[in-house]
């Protein structure tokens, strides 16, 4: 099945909340105060959050004005440009870099912070790349048990370090590590505790100093992984994470569960740094590269 398939036959809860949207686009209700009290609440309830729903309201109630539209069949098809618009960030045209590629991976506990690691790791073995996965979260021993054994299923090479020690030693030894066998991508997985600690925030800077002064360069990825089912806890910890870590790229996971979808949007608006990957699955291969289009198309779909 292509991603487009994937996310229509798993996007179940994101569709229910996106169903009202698609009858507006398939009527010709007028656009009075009550459409766009109903609209408002609709997007809410679907994650979208209430800043990037105020953003979008506002403006479409000019556009609106403007093309003199009075019916909601004309204003749903310019509604999906803007929140395609939405997930669409610009990015500058990248400097060719040095082997490795060094990926920081942040995230609260229970995001699937570790799992998504592992299956990325099976991504790019399966691109021929070595791989290195670097156990940075010594507060939980079994967080380095399961990255080893992730590590064991993708034929990646593995570095940790004892429990409880410096997590920023263990990037540098991750780094030096990374260098010395000639890995093409080291993915480093880090502590998880909650996004509002500050000592947490903290110890990302220290680790992001670490990989500079050892590599020549910031981190040339960092990677957030949140849990969409969250809704707008995750935009919140995208926020923050983002003060601290200067992030590049966001992993979704459980967009296949119980996820409402307006929260893709909500949290790329945020932050402006683009969805990178999505998880849709339990299996080692169920992390697919985010595209915004199809997920767009998608969430409208109906049977």
């Given at each position: 099945m292509g991603f487009f398939t994937r996310l229509r036959d798993r996007l179940g809860k994101a569709r229910?909340?996106?169903?009202?949207l698609f009858a507006f686009g398939q009527s010709k209700r007028p656009l009075d105060e009550a459409f766009w009290y109903e609209f408002e609440e609709i997007l809410l309830r679907a994650d979208f959050g209430v800043a990037t729903t105020e953003k979008i309201l506002a403006n479409l109630r000019i556009v609106a004005t403007q093309e003199l539209w009075t019916t909601t069949d004309q204003l749903m098809a310019r509604f999906r440009r803007d929140v395609a618009a939405f997930l669409l960030v610009p990015e500058e045209p990248r400097a060719p870099r040095s082997a490795p590629e060094v990926v920081l991976v942040v995230g609260v506990n229970g995001s699937g912070k570790t799992t998504s690691i592992g299956k990325l790791a099976q991504r790019l073995r399966g691109e021929g790349k070595r791989v290195l996965l670097v156990a940075a979260d010594t507060f939980r021993a079994a967080a380095a048990e399961q990255l080893a054994i992730w590590a064991q299923r993708s034929g990646a090479e593995f570095v940790r370090g004892r429990e409880g020690a410096d997590p920023a030693s263990v990037v540098f030894d991750g780094v030096v590590a990374g260098k010395a066998r000639a890995m093409d991508v080291v993915l480093i997985d880090t502590a998880g505790r909650l996004q509002n600690k500050r000592n947490l925030m903290e110890e990302l800077?220290?680790?992001?100093r670490v990989i500079e002064r050892?590599?020549?360069?910031?981190?040339?990825?960092?990677?957030?992984?949140?849990?969409a089912t969250t809704?707008?806890?995750?935009?919140?910890?995208?926020?923050l994470f983002h003060e601290a870590t200067a992030l590049t790229g966001l992993i979704l996971t459980k967009l296949d569960s119980t996820a409402k979808g307006g929260v893709v949007v909500g949290v790329v608006d945020t932050v402006e740094v683009p969805i990178r990957y999505v998880g849709l699955g339990e299996s080692i291969e169920a992390l697919e590269p985010f595209a915004p289009q199809a997920f767009l198309e998608a969430l409208f779909a109906q049977e």
């Open positions: 229910e909340a996106f169903a009202p800077k220290k680790m992001r050892e590599l020549g360069r910031p981190p040339d990825e960092t990677y957030l992984v949140l849990d809704g707008q806890n995750a935009i919140s910890q995208a926020r």
